[in-house]
């Protein structure tokens, strides 16, 4: 899975898996919280960290979060993971592949959590209307032409999802130097990357105006599981009520899911 992407998916569920509910210290209750995104030709690999506390008179578990035994269970072996450091488990000699289950376990705080997900197809047959696109630089200090600028058509996105399963797309200019679209003023620049909700239909729109810079631009669509457009849809979610019925966690919180992608490329230039 692309790192930069990977961080996007993370940053988005960061707020929810890694909040607790605001409640009196023997109320507390140390649960794991487990971040795991795999897709076709990744490692399997695993974070685990603890959810953080309003108080910090709480009781941990003797748990190590750095010595965990956690094992991974596919076609009925187990493997189990190295931990690597900062709550990170991997096992480089399993090579995540297309159509098939994953089961997560391991024991913490007197508790054996477990976890289950499964890798979907990679999407077929996606396309793009066009594969460039001309927008006008937006300079402030020269001002709009009379009549204002012209916006081209919007992208069109389509791909085959006869069984209404769901799609999230990603796009990422890839210049190792940007080159803004507008002038941002005094404004921190926003990121080069930007993504569109998940859907269940079979197409998906990108406007001129999603687009910050000029360049080349990486289209990523990812065939997802209903469980991480679940956790996008309760993305506003309040730290302070924590929940998890969208994932197949049990005795711990997060995500673990599978997903599948395939990528498509357009320039936008500059008109």
Not at 159 to 180: G, K, Q
Not at 204 to 221: A, C, K, M, S, V
Request: aromatic share 12%; hydrophobic share 35%.
């Amino acid at each position: 899975m692309n790192t930069i992407s990977a961080s996007l998916f993370l940053s988005m569920s960061i707020l929810i898996i890694n909040g607790c509910t605001k409640t009196e210290t023997s109320e507390f209750t140390d649960w794991a919280i487990i971040e795991s995104y795999i897709s076709p030709g990744d490692y399997v690999n695993v974070k685990v960290s603890r959810q953080l506390p309003f108080s910090s008179d709480v009781e941990y578990s003797a748990d190590d979060i750095n010595t965990l035994s956690i094992s991974v269970t596919i076609n009925n072996t187990d493997y189990l993971l190295t931990p690597i450091g900062d709550g990170k488990y991997i096992d480089s000699s399993l090579i995540v592949t297309e159509n098939t289950a994953y089961t997560l376990s391991f024991p913490f705080n007197a508790q054996i959590v477990s976890a289950y997900t499964y890798i979907p197809s990679r999407p077929e047959n996606f396309s793009q209307s066009a594969t460039s696109i001309s927008i006008a630089r937006i300079d402030s200090t020269i001002g709009f032409p009379p009549g204002g600028f012209s916006m081209p058509d919007p992208i069109e996105l389509t791909w085959d999802n006869p069984t209404n399963d769901y799609y999230l797309a990603i796009v990422e200019n890839v210049e190792t130097s940007l080159d803004p679209i507008r002038d941002f003023g005094d404004n921190e620049p926003p990121s080069n990357i930007f993504r569109k909700s998940p859907t269940t239909i079979a197409s998906t729109e990108i406007r001129p105006q999603e687009f910050q810079y000029f360049g080349t631009h990486r289209i990523i669509l990812y065939h997802v599981l209903p469980d991480y457009a679940a956790l996008y849809n309760e993305s506003t979610t309040s730290s302070q009520n924590l929940t998890n019925p969208s994932t197949s966690i049990t005795n711990g919180y997060g995500i673990f899911t599978g997903l599948n992608a395939d990528t498509l490329f357009i320039e936008v230039r500059e008109d």
